[in-house]
């Protein structure tokens, strides 16, 4: 195998198109580290395990889905112990810090990275920075322990305080340098992981034994590679009490309209599967799939005759849907929140009056519409069972690789097995749902709407060079969207 050279990403490449995106390593710049045997050989959870160290030639593929002629592709490392460490565990003086809004689910990382680096390696020395990435320098730290987090994991938001914005990369590394921190773990989204590559260049410029790592946060599950982000399966489960309530509330009334507005700034994931989930929607729209109101196959049709044929129905939308439908005059302009991110009009009280004024104005129906939007709601409770065994295996995912050396990566799952992608992949872009994939053709199918799209859109959609956006079922070949 020949390495490329990359401060973010490592290509090493063999036989039969194989490529390995590698994730930076301590010695790429720190030459004669000396290493350690790894704790976990004499630790009794480990003990009963035939084998628990992964080997260093362990790689996990981007792609499952192949012809017998397709070249192995693009590879990440994967995680999970390794036999030796470079950390001395008395050493080690580990920090923790969330940015961005808030996730279910973020409690439960935090417990069990300072669990994971306590049991498995036994460090002591764990500090927990207060209120995001200005809280190097701005505010005090607090001191993690197992006892301290113990039951964190039970309530929502972040027991460590979050914040947007506040990002100075060299205030940032000369507190991380001056309180002599060697491990830093960054929990958010894509502009964290943003915030996270430039924390790890500077300590690379510096010559700095840190091992910088990052969990993937995002509630919207638009963080590209990894298969999903933890909180996801949560937030979908939690929009079904919205849905539910929107249902029961439209089929309660003659023409009762139900709008639920779910999150999705740039994707509909959330609005996606909580329909797929529910089976009481009877239209989505997404920000992926452009919709319009009036004329023949437009939404007001659709609405009335899904009346005529019901006597009620309920509309979920994604947050950034039909932005290019609202007027100038709703429109925020340029303003941006303190993370970069444009501020949107809400979009679903826009379309509820819509709704309402188009059949007053028409005088063919009279209807009553409920909107809910739950947003909040579903941003603060805690993660779920699936999402708390996921952030645990994506905490001790980090803390292996950060033991083991590597820096400059991000914890995800690829394929469903835990892998260390380079940062730079995680930031590149932002993942999307495809609609002409066939995970959106099952939601068309399962409501029985229409796609809103005319010929000319879906041609364009097709010429994207985007995965299908399956998240469950391994189909997730470029090559094999068309159904066959």
Same mark, same amino acid.
């Not at 500090?127 to 301290?148: E, M, S």
């Not at 603060?380 to 708390?388: K, R, V």
């Given at each position: 195998m020949e390495p490329g050279s990359n401060s973010q990403m490592k290509l090493v490449t063999g036989d039969a198109g194989y490529l390995l995106e590698d994730v930076p390593h301590l010695t790429d710049y720190i030459p004669d580290m000396p290493t350690y045997p790894n704790p976990l050989r004499f630790n009794p959870a480990y003990s009963v395990v035939k084998q628990y160290f992964v080997d260093m030639d362990d790689t996990v593929a981007q792609k499952i889905v192949v012809h017998k002629d397709s070249p192995r592709g693009i590879h990440f490392r994967r995680a999970g112990p390794r036999q030796k460490v470079y950390f001395n565990s008395d050493e080690v003086h580990a920090c923790i810090v969330t940015c961005g809004g808030l996730c279910p689910g973020l409690n439960t990382v935090i417990r069990e990275l300072v669990c994971g680096l306590s049991y498995m390696?036994?460090?002591?020395?764990?500090?927990?920075?207060?209120?995001?990435?200005? &809280?190097?320098? *701005?505010?005090?730290?607090?001191?993690?322990?197992?006892?301290?987090?113990?039951d964190i994991h039970k309530r929502g938001g972040t027991s460590l305080g979050t914040s947007r914005g506040g990002f100075d990369?060299?205030?940032?590394?000369?507190?991380?340098?001056?309180?002599? /921190?060697?491990?830093?773990? /960054?929990?958010?989204?894509?502009? =964290?992981?943003?915030?996270?590559?430039? /924390?790890?260049?500077?300590?690379?410029?510096?010559?700095l034994k840190v091992a910088v790592v990052g969990i993937p946060k995002t509630i919207d599950n638009d963080i590209p590679v990894i298969d999903?982000?933890?909180?996801?399966?949560? *937030?979908?489960?939690?929009?079904?009490?919205?849905?539910?309530?929107?249902?029961?509330?439209?089929?309660?009334?003659?023409?009762?309209? &139900?709008?639920?507005?779910?999150?999705?700034?740039?994707?509909?994931?959330?609005?996606?599967?909580?329909?797929?989930?529910?089976?009481?929607?009877?239209?989505?729209?997404?920000?992926?799939?452009?919709f319009y109101l009036e004329g023949e196959g437009g939404l007001f049709e659709?609405?009335?005759?899904?009346?005529?044929?019901?006597?009620?129905?309920?509309?979920? /939308?994604?947050?950034? *849907?039909?932005?290019?439908?609202?007027?100038?005059?709703?429109?925020?302009?340029?303003?941006?929140?303190?993370?970069?991110?444009?501020?949107?009009?809400?979009v679903g009280l826009w379309i509820s009056?819509?709704?309402?004024?188009?059949?007053?104005?028409?005088?063919?129906?009279?209807?009553?519409?409920?909107?809910?939007?739950?947003?909040?709601?579903?941003?603060?409770?805690?993660?779920?069972?699936?999402?708390?065994?996921?952030?645990?295996?994506? *905490?001790?995912?980090?803390?292996?690789?950060?033991?083991?050396?590597?820096?400059?990566? =991000?914890?995800?799952?690829?394929?469903?097995?835990?892998?260390?992608?380079?940062?730079n992949r995680i930031t590149e872009?932002?993942?999307?749902?495809?609609?002409?994939?066939?995970?959106?053709?099952?939601?068309?199918?399962? =409501?029985?709407?229409?796609?809103?799209?005319?010929?000319?859109?879906?041609?364009?959609?097709?010429k994207e060079d985007e995965p299908p956006t399956d998240l469950f079922d391994g189909e997730n070949c470029k090559d094999d969207q068309s159904g066959k």
């Open positions: 390696y036994g460090v002591n020395k764990v500090l927990g920075i207060d209120g995001g990435y200005r &809280g190097f320098y *701005a505010k005090n730290t607090v001191t993690l322990t197992p006892k301290v987090v113990n990369t060299c205030k940032i590394v000369d507190s991380i340098q001056d309180r002599g /921190i060697n491990q830093v773990y /960054i929990i958010g989204g894509d502009g =964290t992981q943003k915030g996270a590559t430039a /924390i790890y260049e500077e300590i690379r410029q510096r010559g999903k982000s933890f909180g996801f399966d949560t *937030a979908v489960e939690e929009a079904q009490r919205a849905i539910n309530a929107a249902h029961v509330e439209a089929e309660s009334t003659e023409n009762g309209v &139900g709008v639920v507005k779910l999150m999705g700034r740039h994707c509909g994931f959330i609005a996606m599967y909580a329909t797929l989930a529910s089976r009481d929607v009877d239209c989505c729209l997404i920000p992926e799939s452009p659709f609405i009335e005759k899904r009346l005529k044929e019901n006597g009620h129905m309920v509309i979920v /939308i994604a947050e950034g *849907a039909g932005q290019e439908l609202l007027s100038e005059r709703m429109q925020s302009g340029d303003q941006k929140d303190e993370s970069g991110n444009k501020l949107l009009p809400d009056h819509r709704i309402k004024d188009h059949f007053a104005n028409q005088r063919k129906m009279l209807l009553t519409l409920k909107y809910i939007d739950p947003t909040y709601m579903i941003r603060a409770i805690p993660g779920n069972a699936s999402d708390n065994v996921y952030c645990t295996l994506l *905490a001790q995912s980090a803390v292996h690789g950060a033991m083991a050396g590597y820096t400059g990566f =991000t914890s995800g799952l690829v394929n469903g097995r835990h892998t260390y992608i380079p940062f872009k932002q993942k999307k749902v495809v609609i002409t994939d066939r995970m959106w053709a099952r939601l068309l199918s399962s =409501t029985n709407q229409p796609s809103f799209l005319g010929p000319k859109v879906v041609v364009e959609s097709k």
